[in-house]
């Protein structure tokens, strides 16, 4: 089974971003101002997209 480039990208920037947003998110208390808090959801939310369209991702194989 061959994983193409962009696969691969999309998820490595999926997983950034979801990891980012579950430690943004408040809950965490890691320390972050409370502006930069309230973009967590979204954050994750992209994340967990770009994760779930990275399954849909292909490129057509070469003969």
């Known amino acids: 089974m061959h ?3 962009k696969k691969k ?9 979801a990891s980012l947003g579950v430690a943004l998110h408040p ?7 409370e502006s930069a808090t309230m973009f967590s ?3 994750l939310i992209v994340g967990t997209a770009l994760l ?7 490129e057509k194989e070469k003969k």
């Open 41 to 43: 959801i979204p954050i």
């Open 52 to 58: 779930i369209g990275s399954h849909f991702v292909s």
């Open 27 to 33: 809950i965490m208390d890691v320390g972050f101002p």
């Open 3 to 5: 994983v193409s480039n």
């Open 9 to 17: 990208t999309v998820v490595i920037v999926g997983i950034w971003l």
